[in-house]
């Protein structure tokens, strides 16, 4: 069986959530706070700003972390912004920029290398 990382987790998690639109009478405040809700739920912490304009939230600077178990080191990824957009119907477009960067930032504990960084643009 294979094991994934944290890591890979981390960056195909919301690309794959992003695919979907959202349904069900929901509003854009409610998917975003389910998707934190989730990753948190999966031991990461979530940092990111949000901002209303209308029926569009745009989260910005949305950073997620995570302290490996064992003190086996931590790992930091930026995924810049995601909108989600109120359709009007109970739906909720979500929009990804046409390029968007992710950051990685992996810092084992004891190696020699102190910190390891990926960016996929």
């Keep these: 069986m294979r094991r994934y990382s944290p890591a890979t987790l981390a960056f195909a998690l919301p690309v794959t959530l992003a695919a979907q639109m959202a349904a069900a009478d929901l509003t854009p405040a409610e998917v975003w706070g389910d998707w934190r809700q989730y ?47 109120d359709q009007g119907n109970g739906t909720v477009a979500i ?23 990926c960016r996929w643009t």
């Design 39 to 85: 990753m948190e739920g999966m031991g990461y912490t979530v940092t990111a700003e949000e901002t209303t304009d209308g029926g569009v939230l745009t989260v910005s600077g949305i950073s997620f972390g995570m302290q490996f178990p064992d003190n086996q080191g931590e790992m930091a990824m930026d995924v810049g912004t995601i909108r989600f957009e």
């Design 95 to 117: 929009v990804l920029p046409d390029t968007m960067p992710i950051t990685m930032d992996v810092a084992p504990p004891r190696a020699k290398v102190s910190r390891a960084r």
